[in-house]
């Protein structure tokens, strides 16, 4: 499986603010995704990043609120902009393995005060 | 109704036992089907797939039933390293393959 790593690994931030986090993968893969895990909840998929194009988002989440870059093969970002307390999250960045399995990094750990 | 759902538990059982978790599922374009575990504040992992025929590995046993809609994970001479959350997760496709996640069944197993 592919080595995962992500950045920030927490952060506090203030109401307004955005935080841009970032997703390392050590091989190339087409399909990344983004995910957030709420305080107590499982997990709920914001979008799904290809490169070279435009990030497909889920029902309930939109791109002024969730920019995502993918700029390689290798790399993604996800930006919580205009941060709520409600944003305060864990948010996970995966990668598919063999077909239809997907790893996780390591998650960003977000707080909105 | 959530498209995946699981009993939250927690299951607290002793080392050495048995024990099941069932999973239904709503959808029934559900392809792909997965158990995965995730400890306290970390990220989920993948235990394994899940196949019609049922598959094993170790002491974990996986079986899915597809007219009932149906998944479970069985646990065998459970272990402490075993506590953990265990999320029932299944993929379909709408314009990419996508994760459906359950809200996950907490064991505890105790000396």
């Known amino acids: 499986s592919a080595v995962i790593s992500q950045k920030p690994s927490r952060d506090i931030c203030q109401r307004g603010t955005s935080l841009t986090i970032q997703c390392q993968v050590d091989s190339q893969v087409t399909m990344m995704f983004w995910y957030r895990q709420q305080p107590g909840q499982s997990l709920t998929l914001i979008a799904t990043a290809n490169q070279g194009s435009e990030a497909t988002y889920e029902s309930g989440f939109v791109i002024d609120k969730f920019p995502i870059s993918r700029p390689n093969l290798t790399f993604s970002t996800l930006t919580v902009s205009n941060m709520s307390p409600e944003d305060s999250s864990i948010y996970l960045c995966s990668v598919e393995g063999a077909p239809r399995e997907q790893y996780f990094g390591p998650g960003t750990r977000l707080t909105v005060t | 109704r959530k498209e995946v759902e699981q009993d939250p538990g927690p299951f607290n059982v002793p080392e050495g036992a048995t024990v099941a978790f069932n999973c239904t599922y709503s959808n029934s374009a559900s392809q792909s089907f997965f158990w995965y575990r995730q400890d306290c504040r970390k990220e989920p992992k993948l235990l394994m797939s899940?196949?019609?025929s049922g598959n094993e590995d170790g002491r974990f046993t996986a079986q899915l039933n597809r007219a009932s809609q149906y998944i479970s994970l069985l646990i065998r001479d459970s272990k402490l390293s075993d506590s953990a959350t265990y999320l029932c997760v299944v993929a379909r496709k709408d314009s990419s393959y996508k994760l459906i996640f359950g809200s996950g069944t907490r064991l505890l197993v105790r000396p």
């Open positions: 899940v196949y019609s």
